[in-house]
């Protein structure tokens, strides 16, 4: 955005100064219990696990409620415990070719319904609803019905399929269908289906659902107009040059309580430019809006495009280039297709991606470290790469895009191989956060850096975790594993507590920094709740009157920008894609500002002006004067 290095200095030097700190407790020991586990899945108040505790007891898989082993399968009518995630509290067994689901909050298997005849009552209830729609046409009058038993997914055939299985959420399928000539128009396939076109979505075990193949809200750059494009449905043309996209197919990477995040392959073509094959990240409602043309479609559809690198441009030796000149937005494209597709990048793979309060977490696995990418999904002024287009000789600058792009990336490694030969080091909680288990310690990945939560035995090297209380940690070769209620209790009674009576004689007295039950922080002196500002370690922070941490914007007298860790920002500040500036002391300026050699306006509110004149000065679109 800036272009005078004075304003970058200013900028990596408040980057400097604003380091984020989480706020935390030391780490707790988890003392070591005795037993024998091959598989094991945490839960909410209690765990399953694969093994035995002791040599006089059978391996069978037992489910611990916080004080005792049932045997979930005494009648040994289970052959494999795959213990798989399944829909919010779920977890599967196998008989043979049968997959079963085990009720993580009881211990019971339902064998009642297989997840074939689950796959089956989706299947059922979707095709009832699609063969009331003409849009289905050729799926309704066509001898082709949904495979039975086929948990499957084609862009060409009539298919349904469960997607990002082994995850906690809700059950969602991808189904495809064969349409009418819309769909033709709107998609790719046609030409290699015998001019049959398939409309594609989403559906429940309801059987509501919702098409994607209509509605995509892209933004795609017109090399006539040197400018993106709005493209607000599939098989449409838009602007002189006739733009238009058509859906190859989409790939669901995660999902939220509102919505599904998935990648559309696009077909962009226009009168004046190359057809390219391109990428976007969409944020698809799950709601279904308006009916249209036949079909329910998605209430809000919103794409940012992936920053890929294209065949249809190269370079001068050849090589493909991207359609944007930008580091950040070509690392967060590159390690969300690793996921995608499955290949390398930075010397790893992507295992998960994850989209928490709108920003999207995605966990890079490498031979001994593990790396995590916060990625914002955002409008933003890229400048196109040359090999694509080019005005009066040069790159044109500046385009409005809305696109995946990097805000940053931290690491850690491990001891040995981040997937152990039996298992992994790492795990993924119920609420999407990433864990990792090295040398002795368990970490969350936190703000900016992973935090040490707990320690444990050395030689435990596999791990669950539902969330930060309740989790398992095993060794695969010896007989030694860890919870947090029992390894706590352990840790008390190897250091000579009474746990009974420990409650009744310890007074504890909170120190420092602790997590409040609503997942906010408060920080204790002498057992009390500080409130107001607190300097802890050369940074600030500031609670309010209930003793809560604040972040953001907060007024105490001047006004100050406390960040998502808590701590107080100096220097510039972009807040939503707009520009601040705190003084020193943090306040938020207004008025003149002189930065290095540089002058600026912020307004009465403390935002950056631009593109504007002020007392008779003109302010450029970076905000400095000209």
Not at 172 to 193: E, H, L, M, P, S
Not at 436 to 449: A, H, M, N, R, Y
Not at 515 to 538: C, H
Request: hydrophobic share 30%; charged share 30%.
């Amino acid at each position: 955005m800036f272009k005078r290095s004075s304003k970058m200095t200013a900028l990596l030097v408040a980057a400097a100064a604003v380091v984020s700190i989480v706020p935390a407790s030391a780490s707790e020991r988890l003392g070591t219990k005795d037993g024998t586990i091959t598989n094991a899945r945490a839960y909410d108040g209690g765990y399953v696990y694969d093994g035995y505790r002791t040599d006089d007891d059978d391996a069978a898989l037992y489910y611990n409620n916080g004080s005792k082993d049932v045997n979930t399968d005494e009648d040994e009518d289970y052959d494999t415990y795959t213990l798989e995630r399944y829909g919010d509290k779920y977890s599967t067994v196998k008989d043979g070719n049968d997959e079963y689901l085990l009720d993580l909050s009881n211990g019971k298997i339902d064998n009642d319904e297989t997840l074939e005849d689950k796959l089956d009552n989706a299947k059922n209830k979707l095709k009832s609803k699609l063969n009331k729609e003409d849009r289905y046409i050729l799926f309704k009058n066509g001898t082709n019905d949904f495979e039975k038993d086929a948990d499957k997914f084609a862009t060409n055939e009539n298919s349904v399929k469960r997607i990002l299985s082994d995850k906690y959420g809700e059950v969602w399928y991808q189904f495809a269908a064969a349409g009418d000539g819309d769909a033709i128009k709107r998609t790719t396939g046609a030409a290699v289906n015998g001019k049959v076109g398939y409309y594609q979505g989403f559906s429940n075990d309801s059987g509501k659902y919702i098409d994607v193949t209509q509605d995509c809200n892209i933004y795609a750059y017109d090399t006539d107009k040197d400018k993106t494009v709005k493209i607000e449905e599939y098989g449409k043309t838009y602007s002189t040059n006739n733009l238009m996209a058509q859906l190859d197919s989409v790939t669901p990477i995660s999902q939220d309580k509102d919505n599904l995040y998935v990648v559309a392959k696009v077909v962009i073509s226009g009168e004046k430019q190359a057809d390219t094959t391109q990428y976007y990240l969409q944020k698809i409602s799950k709601s279904q809006g308006d009916k249209k043309d036949g079909g329910y479609l998605p209430k809000d559809t919103t794409s940012y495009l992936l920053n890929v690198k294209m065949d249809e441009y190269k370079d001068a030796d050849g090589k493909s280039q991207r359609l944007y000149d930008d580091g950040d937005s070509s690392d967060a494209a590159d390690v969300i297709m690793s996921y995608v597709d499955g290949t390398s990048f930075d010397d790893g793979y992507c295992k998960n991606i994850e989209v928490i309060d709108g920003n999207v977490y995605a966990t890079l696995v490498k031979d001994s470290k593990i790396k995590m990418f916060k990625i914002k999904l955002k409008k933003d002024k890229l400048d196109v790469t040359e090999a694509v287009d080019k005005k009066d000789g040069s790159k044109v600058k500046d385009v409005d895009v809305y696109t995946a792009k990097k805000d940053s990336d931290w690491d850690h490694d491990v001891v040995d191989a981040a997937t152990s030969k039996d298992g992994e080091r790492y795990s993924i909680d119920a609420d999407g956060n990433t864990w990792i288990l090295d040398k002795g310690k368990i970490l969350k990945s936190e703000g900016t850096e992973f935090k040490e939560m707990y320690t444990c035995d050395r030689s435990i090297d596999k791990l669950d975790v539902y969330d930060e209380n309740n989790l398992i940690a095993w060794s695969s070769d010896g007989d030694v594993y860890t919870t947090v209620a029992e390894g706590k209790k352990q840790t008390d009674e190897d250091a000579g507590v009474d746990t009974d009576k420990k409650d009744d004689t310890t007074p504890v007295v909170k120190a420092g920094w602790d997590k409040n039950a609503d997942g906010t922080w408060a920080f204790y002196k002498d057992g009390a709740k500080v409130t107001g500002w607190l300097n802890d370690k050369g940074t600030w922070y500031y609670l309010d009157a209930a003793g809560t941490m604040k972040t953001g914007w907060v007024q105490a007298g001047s006004w100050y920008y406390l960040n998502a860790s808590g701590a107080m920002q100096t220097g510039w500040v972009n807040d939503n894609g707009t520009w601040y500036y705190c003084n020193a002391s943090g306040a938020m300026q207004t008025g003149w500002l002189l930065d290095g050699s540089t002058w600026y306006y912020l307004n009465a509110n403390g935002s950056m002006a631009a593109n504007t004149t002020v007392d008779g000065y003109v302010l450029g679109a970076n905000g400095a004067m000209l």
